[in-house]
């Protein structure tokens, strides 16, 4: 059994799924935050080509003060990256679906629908990287306020795909024999 916090969790209702954006997704984000790690370093490397001279007192003041900041942006937006990567959460229970998106560091935003109100689910991978490492996006169309949910870069989508449908019928069959039940 998957543990997890869910907002407003009813006492018969278990996790069946719980999906993460692709593991590919932050090693992406992670190769493109070292390469901005390492243009200060390749500067000084190749500091012969620049005209400015970084001898003089004030000019490396200036210079570390630079770096710090420079730094400093660079591991708040690389904290912010992996708050987002990992606080964006798909979960699918028993009964509904919850769509948990992190939007700002401060900012989040909660969507459920329930799953008797699936109507349509499609699966797409994009691209080399997507076909490759099995990952692309899942959108579930549903009758409800909100159209659409969008399961954004997660791995297996042909396979989630077919849970959530199993899901839905089976939890629309068991409506129909309640109901069923309920009048007889």
């Given at each position: 059994?998957?543990?997890?916090?869910?907002?407003?969790?009813?006492?018969?209702?278990?996790?069946?799924?719980?999906?993460?954006?692709?593991?590919?997704?932050?090693?992406?984000?992670i190769?493109?935050?070292?390469?901005?790690?390492?243009?200060?370093?390749?500067l000084?490397?190749?500091?012969n080509?620049?005209?400015?001279?970084?001898?003089?007192?004030?000019?490396?003041?200036?210079?570390?003060?630079?770096?710090?900041?420079?730094?400093?942006?660079?591991?708040?937006?690389?904290?912010?990256?992996?708050?987002?990567?990992?606080?964006?959460?798909?979960i699918?229970?028993?009964?509904?679906i919850?769509?948990?998106?992190?939007?700002?560091?401060?900012?989040?935003?909660?969507?459920?629908?329930?799953?008797?109100?699936?109507?349509?689910?499609?699966?797409?991978?994009?691209?080399i990287?997507?076909?490759?490492?099995?990952?692309?996006?899942?959108?579930?169309?549903?009758?409800?306020?909100?159209?659409r949910?969008?399961?954004?870069?997660?791995?297996n989508?042909?396979e989630?795909v077919?849970?959530?449908?199993?899901?839905?019928?089976?939890?629309?069959?068991?409506?129909?024999?309640?109901?069923?039940?309920?009048?007889?």
């Open positions: 059994m998957i543990k997890f916090y869910i907002p407003h969790q009813r006492p018969d209702e278990k996790i069946i799924i719980l999906i993460r954006r692709h593991w590919f997704i932050l090693l992406g984000r190769a493109v935050w070292a390469l901005m790690m390492l243009i200060p370093p390749a000084v490397l190749f500091q080509f620049f005209p400015i001279e970084i001898n003089g007192y004030g000019m490396r003041a200036v210079t570390v003060l630079f770096l710090s900041i420079y730094y400093l942006y660079l591991f708040l937006f690389i904290f912010n990256g992996f708050i987002d990567y990992y606080l964006d959460v798909w699918v229970t028993n009964e509904r919850l769509n948990i998106e992190q939007r700002q560091l401060f900012s989040r935003v909660v969507s459920e629908q329930k799953l008797i109100r699936v109507q349509d689910i499609t699966s797409e991978m994009k691209g990287f997507g076909t490759f490492f099995n990952f692309g996006d899942v959108y579930i169309q549903t009758a409800g306020e909100k159209e949910f969008i399961f954004r870069q997660i791995p989508p042909n989630v077919r849970k959530i449908s199993n899901l839905a019928e089976l939890k629309r069959k068991y409506e129909k024999v309640k109901e069923e039940l309920e009048e007889g």
